[in-house]
């Protein structure tokens, strides 16, 4: 991590996910940094795990403001129109109000996803959180049935440990 301090104490242990898990992992770490602006760093973190993960068609970062999710940061080949989600409603706001990662297969068979895109087939939710406290979530969609892996939730749930331990931070 040359030229952006020593932060080896400032993230928990990596988990062994698997190598191209771990590699985006690192990358991330170098820029998930207290020292840089949120909107800078979460740009980059949607950008880097669209990128790196051909199977993720959409990420956004939803951050907690009172009792709604407001998009911060989001890649994808459109834009999405919940810019806004209340806790507790969709699978986003369901996930903020449990503080749990929800894991969709199938959206077409789950009642409370909020339909973003026609093409969407699956989706996973991922909570931001330190200390009991909800700061956002990460939120990806799939145009593949089933396209998340205990791989992508454990490599989806350190990254939302990293990005906590940052909005902690800055706090």
């Known amino acids: 991590m040359r030229g952006v301090g020593n932060y080896s104490t400032f993230f928990s242990k990596a988990p062994p996910i698997g190598p ?41 970062i939803y951050l907690l403001a009172g009792e709604m999710l407001r998009l911060a940061a989001w890649k994808g080949d459109q834009a999405t129109e919940h810019v806004a989600i209340a806790i507790g409603q969709g699978i986003c706001g369901l996930a903020a109000r449990t503080k749990e990662t929800v894991v969709v297969p199938d959206v077409s068979k789950d009642s409370r996803y909020l339909a973003c895109f ?54």
């Open 118 to 171: 026609s093409n969407t087939k699956s989706e996973i939710v991922v909570p931001i959180q330190a200390d009991g406290w909800v700061y956002g979530e990460i939120d990806i969609d799939s145009d593949a049935l089933d396209a998340f892996t205990p791989r992508d939730r454990l490599f989806l749930e350190t990254v939302a440990d990293d990005l906590a331990r940052y909005l902690k931070a800055r706090a």
């Open 20 to 60: 191209k898990y771990n590699t985006a992992l690192e990358t991330l770490r170098t820029v998930v940094d207290p020292k840089r602006q949120p909107a800078a760093v979460l740009d980059y973190v949607v950008g880097h795990l669209r990128g790196t993960f051909p199977h993720y068609s959409w990420v956004g």
